[in-house]
């Protein structure tokens, strides 16, 4: 606020931003993170807690959210009061179980319909099956859910995703958890520049830098899990998150210099005098 005022007074326009929208919902927050391979669900909550996050996503295979009384219920550290939990199909191989998979959450979540569909293509790679993640998208938006699709980085396929009715396209950085960053920004971009619905990059995302340059590309936000959990101080990386998002989302809006070949001083000589 105190930056939009300042621009105000030296008479320059300030670039309007707009919240993000999901399924017709507004979020404060550009971030989105995971719940997994954290120490436990307090150092899950804290670091939850520091990333400013309201949309969390949550393993449904792994991750105990009422199925099991006898174990830890997540939902007991993350309240759906205040966060939206969005249950995903992580470890689904084939477009039957991923289905499954949403309907069981939709069960426990008392006919939650936001879901974060993943249809992978094998163990090793962890790399997303196209053909049957569509299939799955295209049964899912046909029985009521609101689908967020996690996809490769191919801008036709993020197109044929929105086109079936997907609420958000989910284009991966770099294989989960490898922390690679972005390894082809101009897909991301086509994507970005394609699309009518959010474009949130999912998988890859290492350090605070690379959440800064997907939302410097125009994207829409950025999930994360392994970034922040595996870091030595997964509360302190989760902080640095927070802070780069929004750097990220504000550099967008302000519009970068050109890239130039040679050098321009900063202290032009025009009208200096001899």
């Known amino acids: 606020m105190a930056i939009v005022e300042e621009l105000e007074r030296s008479s320059v326009v300030a670039p309007v931003d707009t919240p993000l929208v999901v399924a017709g919902v507004e979020y404060p927050s550009r971030l989105l993170v995971g719940t997994g391979k954290y120490r436990d669900f307090d150092e ?34 993350l309240s759906p009061e205040k966060f939206t ?18 309907k069981l959450a939709r069960e426990l979540l008392d006919g939650h319909d ?12 962890l790399y997303p099956d196209v053909t049957a993640t569509l299939e799955a998208a295209e049964e899912l938006v046909k029985d009521g859910f609101k689908v967020m699709v996690y996809t490769t980085d191919d801008p036709i396929m993020a197109k044929r995703l929105e ?15 490898s922390g690679l960053g ?15 619905v959010p474009i949130v ?20 936000g950025v999930l994360m899990n392994t970034a922040i959990a595996a870091a030595t101080h997964p509360v302190l990386m989760a902080s ?8 990220g989302r504000e550099a967008y ?22």
């Open 44 to 77: 899950t909550r804290r670091a939850i807690e520091a990333s400013g996050a309201r949309i969390v996503t949550v393993a449904i295979r792994r991750t105990n959210i009422g199925q099991d009384p006898d174990e830890p219920n997540l939902l007991d550290f």
């Open 85 to 102: 939990i969005l249950p995903n199909t992580a470890g689904c191989y084939d477009a039957r179980s991923a289905v499954r998979t949403c």
């Open 114 to 125: 936001l879901v974060k569909l993943e249809v992978l293509g094998d163990q090793k790679t």
């Open 163 to 177: 086109d079936v009715g997907c609420v958000s396209v989910m284009p991966l950085a770099a294989p989960i958890g």
């Open 182 to 196: 972005i390894r082809n920004p101009y897909n991301i971009l086509t994507i970005v520049e394609n699309a009518n």
């Open 201 to 220: 990059v999912d998988a890859g995302v290492g350090t605070a830098s690379d959440a800064a340059i997907a939302m410097e590309l125009g994207c829409d």
């Open 240 to 247: 640095a998150m927070n802070k780069a998002i929004r750097a």
């Open 253 to 274: 809006l302000a519009g970068r210099m050109p890239r130039k070949r040679f050098a321009s001083a900063s202290s032009p000589i025009d009208g200096v005098i001899d």
